[in-house]
DNA sequence: TGTAAAACAGACCGGTTGTCCTGTTTTGTC
DNA sequence: GACAAAACAGGACAACCGGTCTGTTTTACA
């Protein structure tokens, strides 16, 4: 009984951009919740209540479908979820901990955990396809780069000078990744807690007692 | 032109228990290498050339061959790769190290990385049925706890006081399964020894030159 | 206003999927 | 050897998949 979009029979406004937009939106979802294989084309012009016509004149495969969400919604996540609030916290440590820390909460306070988009595809496409393997490498080793980069910034500010940038990058982008791998099978957000204590034990903190506050830096974490 | 099992007409020879391995055998690696929703049951009888009926009559569905790949088989490669070498070893940092070493070790000379067979089918399948995340997450529990279990052991001899198991467990597994999600999406087992890099610094590893030498305790990598 | 391209609708198709079903052969047991 | 149960063979099937196709409507532009 919902109300209805009344669809005239003569009439109709060509929304190129926001029909576009609205198929990836679900099948940026459909992916993250159910995975590629199982989301099937129809599930989503039901789910977008797109006809196939539009959907298969936006995106002609299925293939192209999935590339589109992967570069423009699971890049886009990992830059906001992640890259942009450690860029900009004082600190490598103290933008990985108030990552760690929002993404814990949101999902303790949504009561389910979907996983790291960018885990769940990079799982069930990386060997699938060359193409899907590419563009999802090229992300990891973005984000990888910029936590890199963040460890060499504070370095030339005299801070945390006993840190190899690479190996701390990929230590915590690996340990975020199991984490949420570990957090998604039991369904439950401790496990990244524990990574993280972990993690902050780590390496030359000079002053384990310093910033005990958390900040919030982030918008909201699209990594649900 | 191989040699033909010779189908005599007239002669057939039941082995329940050999065709029960057989399925499994090929099921473990197709669901590692392709997945579970890319591998078909057809795909599966071809290659373990076994007939529909037969399969159908040891797993009667898709799903019960799943649970049983993931019971019997992936649990047992954790167990071989992870659990056994870790609680074998002198302490859990030489455990997690020669794990490490040997799996990236595996990698490299292999030459590609299909990933963790735990991980790859978390991912996939743990928010598909309550059956398969139940089974998932008891093993990486367990691998879990085995690590833990072994801080335990080794402060109870006195080494590693400042370490906290769980904690320590978690950053582990975690950043093992992560290390293996990026090292099968970019190709490159490097990342295992970033990682491995990172998690060494960690913690009062009162001694870092003791034990520079490799130990080769574990069996054959399972985990490809 | 005329017109061609873009945007969209919806039916259609060949191939595949997982499962079921019927029937045959082997095997253990008395 | 009789016989029931287990083990296996292989065809059948309905549902579904992704993609294509034809046709209609809207829109940009001259």
Same mark, same amino acid.
């Given at each position: 009984?919902? !109300?209805?979009?009344k669809p ?13 937009k609205?198929?990836?939106d ?6 993250q ?8 084309i129809?599930?989503?012009m039901a ?16 293939k192209?479908l999935?590339?589109a969400v /992967?570069?423009? *919604?699971?890049?886009? #996540?990992?830059?906001?979820t992640w ?8 600190? !490598? &440590? ?13 999902l303790?306070?949504q ?5 790291c988009?960018?885990?769940?595809l #990079? ?22 780069q910029a936590?890199?980069?963040k460890? *060499? ?11 190899d940038p690479e ?5 915590? !982008?690996?340990?975020y990744?199991g ?9 439950d957000?401790g ?9 902050? &034990?780590?390496a ?8 005990? &506050? *958390?900040?919030r /830096?982030?918008?909201?974490p699209?990594i /649900?």
């Amino acid at each position: 009984m919902t !109300v209805q979009p009344k669809p005239r029979p003569g009439k109709r406004i060509n929304d190129p951009e926001g029909m576009r937009k609205k198929v990836l939106d679900v099948a940026e979802d459909a992916f993250q919740a159910r995975g590629y294989h199982a989301s099937s084309i129809g599930d989503l012009m039901a789910a977008a209540d797109v006809s196939g016509g539009a959907l298969h004149h936006h995106f002609p495969t299925k293939k192209a479908l999935a590339l589109a969400v /992967i570069d423009e *919604r699971v890049a886009a #996540a990992v830059e906001e979820t992640w890259i942009a609030p450690v860029l900009a916290a004082a600190s !490598v &440590r103290e933008g990985v901990r108030s990552v760690f820390e929002a993404v814990a909460a949101e999902l303790e306070q949504q009561g389910f955990v979907r996983g790291c988009p960018l885990n769940n595809l #990079a799982h069930e496409l990386s060997l699938a396809d060359p193409d899907f393997r590419l563009a999802l490498a090229g992300i990891f080793g973005g984000w990888r780069q910029a936590i890199a980069d963040k460890v *060499r910034a504070d370095q030339q500010a005299g801070k945390d000078e006993g840190t190899d940038p690479e190996r701390f990058a990929a230590l915590t !982008v690996a340990a975020y990744s199991g984490a949420m791998s570990m957090a998604k099978t039991a369904q439950d957000a401790g496990v990244l807690r524990d990574c993280l204590a972990g993690l902050e &034990r780590s390496a030359p903190s000079q002053g384990g007692l310093v910033a005990r &506050r *958390r900040n919030r /830096i982030l918008p909201r974490p699209r990594i /649900i």
